[in-house]
């Protein structure tokens, strides 16, 4: 049973372009969520949360866009890098618990 | 001084054999999971100790079995390997109250089963 779901498996864009990545999520009781950046051969490495009370948080390039009623959050690379290129896993849980993690969005940024 | 480092890198070996990955954080850190990502992709997780102990045990099979010799620690162990347990194992530590940073993760183990 999927709690989070990334239905995109790939993205291409192109350098300089933004690049948004879509993540849904079924438990309404979840109040955290964290994107997750991974390249080939390397563990996941933290990039960028967002707590249930807000709807925005900022990161420099990176912007993480949280719609409760939707249960949908995303990410907001601008301008995107060839350095960019990764794969980007969504995660979500309550604080205190377990994450669910999403199957993970393949993101090419074209030079 | 990597924070969560899982040996081996690579694992393969034949069905029915026993084998164990081992994963350690220098990180401070009261909690540790491992992780599967399968064929398909998904991450999900298996075990999670607090404290050396047991608090998240998700559907696994019994042959996998989880050990924490102290809170720094987490090795799993595979008894009776099978082809479907071919995937990448993460191992992975976070503050549990800390959950803004979310999790560590060590760079995997892949485990091919032949």
């Known amino acids: 049973d999927q709690q989070v779901k990334q239905n995109s498996p790939s993205l291409s864009v192109q350098e300089g372009r933004i690049s948004i990545l879509n993540c849904d999520y079924t438990?309404?009781?979840?109040?955290?969520f964290l994107w997750y950046k991974k390249y080939p051969a390397e563990g996941p490495t933290f990039l960028i949360s967002?707590?249930?009370?807000?709807d925005k948080n900022e990161d420099g390039r990176f912007t993480v866009f949280l719609n409760k009623s939707a249960k949908h959050l995303s990410l907001h690379i601008v301008p995107s890098q060839p350095g960019d290129s990764a794969v980007y896993f969504c995660?979500?849980?309550?604080?205190?618990?377990?994450?669910?993690f999403g199957t993970g969005t393949s993101l090419t940024v074209i030079p | 001084d990597t924070a969560v480092s899982q040996t081996p890198k690579y694992l393969v070996t034949q069905m029915g054999n026993d084998k164990s990955i081992k994963c350690e954080q220098n990180?401070?850190?009261?909690?540790m999971y491992w992780y599967k990502q399968d064929s398909k992709k998904f991450l999900k997780i298996m075990f999670s100790?607090?404290?050396?102990?047991?608090?998240i045990n998700e559907t696994v099979p019994n042959r996998f079995s989880p050990k924490s010799p102290d809170k720094a620690h987490l090795n799993l162990h595979i008894n009776s390997l099978e082809l479907g347990d071919s995937a990448v194992y993460f191992c992975?530590?976070?503050?549990?109250?800390?959950?803004?940073?979310?999790?560590?993760f060590g760079s995997g183990t892949r485990l091919t089963v032949v």
């Open positions: 992975a530590s976070s503050q549990v109250l800390q959950a803004n940073y979310g999790y560590t």
């Open positions: 438990n309404s009781m979840f109040d955290y």
């Open positions: 967002i707590s249930s009370i807000k």
């Open positions: 995660a979500a849980g309550r604080s205190g618990n377990q994450f669910y």
């Open positions: 990180l401070g850190h009261d909690t």
């Open positions: 100790y607090n404290n050396k102990e047991l608090i």
